[in-house]
């Protein structure tokens, strides 16, 4: 189908695009494309003007920051791919995002501010404790993962902020990123995300976080419980995967029942702590 009608504003500064978007309550931020352009062609949304922030290469990097990361917003899933540094686990999860060619343009500012239930950056940055940065016309607000995805395709973001930064505190020196579903690289059933700190052969601190097994990305805080401070061993597996089951309050769709789902949650935390250990 042809998109409705909209203004189109291309942004030469992040000023420049923060004035644009608050002007209008109406106007959206372009920034890959990769989900905004088929929901305009299916008209699901029919937004007054589009900003679009593609060319801001200010906002397209990553970079060590103390122990952690500083990702901006417009740094390509494949740009992420291709990333040799510490938190191994972006590299893991973003092979696993749709096809090349969505890999090299759709951003994971863009994932995060879209909030799919069942993408799979969400729950990355979740297990990774990150703090969503966005620049509004006051500023820049931090906005920890837990509370910037608030339902589906709903976040914290309000009107006129722009994603500019996702910022990692610390990367874990042992994380995986698994993720199930109906073909390689099609949306989760379920995907777990698993950041793991081992001392003395056992589990000192972990964090576990899902996707696609609920109405938004959800940490797995019972999961969590039920592997931190245990030593490492076959039963912690099982655990993790009951616990997991449990705990998630998955939907049926399209793709999978809500019954399927919850089994595979626990498939999925079973797997991504097995692999973050190496076991
Ligand atoms: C066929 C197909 C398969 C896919 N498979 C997967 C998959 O397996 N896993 C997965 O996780 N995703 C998948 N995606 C989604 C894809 O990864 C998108 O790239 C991503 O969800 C959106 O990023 P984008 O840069 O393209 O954002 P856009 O499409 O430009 O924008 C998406 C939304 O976010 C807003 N937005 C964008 N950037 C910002 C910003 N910096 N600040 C504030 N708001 C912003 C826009 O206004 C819009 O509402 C798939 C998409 C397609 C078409």
């Keep these: 189908m ?6 189109y504003v291309r942004a030469s500064s992040i000023d420049e695009a923060v004035k644009a978007l608050s002007e209008d309550p109406n106007a959206k931020v372009l920034a890959g494309g990769q989900s905004l352009i088929p929901l305009l062609k299916l008209r699901a949304v029919a937004p007054s003007k589009l900003v679009d922030i593609g060319r801001l290469k200010e906002l397209r990097y990553v970079r060590q920051a103390g122990d952690g990361l500083a990702i901006g917003a417009l740094a ?12 191994g686990v972006l590299p893991e999860a973003a092979r696993q995002i749709g096809d090349p060619q969505i890999r090299s343009v759709g951003t994971i500012g863009g ?38 995805f608030q339902g589906p395709y709903s976040t914290a973001l309000q009107q006129g902020e722009i994603v500019v930064e ?36 056992a589990v000192e601190d972990v964090r576990l976080a899902a996707t696609g097994v609920g109405l938004k990305p959800v940490r797995l805080k019972k999961a969590e419980e039920a592997v931190r401070g245990r030593k490492i061993s076959g039963d912690l597996l099982t655990e993790v995967a009951e616990a997991a089951s449990k ?23 079973r797997r991504a702590v097995r692999r973050a250990l190496g076991l």
């Design 247 to 269: 705990e998630v309050e998955p939907v049926s769709d399209v793709r999978a029942s809500a019954e399927y789902r919850r089994a595979m949650a626990g498939v999925a935390a």
């Design 76 to 87: 390509t899933h494949a740009e992420l791919e291709r990333w040799s540094g510490p938190c």
């Design 2 to 7: 042809i998109p409705p009608p909209f203004d």
């Design 166 to 201: 996702i910022s990692i505190p610390r990367c874990p020196p042992k994380a995986s990123y698994v993720k199930i579903a109906r073909a390689y690289n099609d949306f989760a059933i379920a995907g777990v995300a698993a950041a793991v700190w081992v001392k003395d052969g």
């Design 111 to 148: 994932s995060l501010a879209h909030a799919d239930p069942a993408a799979d950056w969400p729950a990355v940055v979740l297990a990774l404790d990150a703090v969503v940065k966005a620049r509004g016309p006051s500023g820049v607000r931090e906005i920890p993962a837990e509370e910037f």
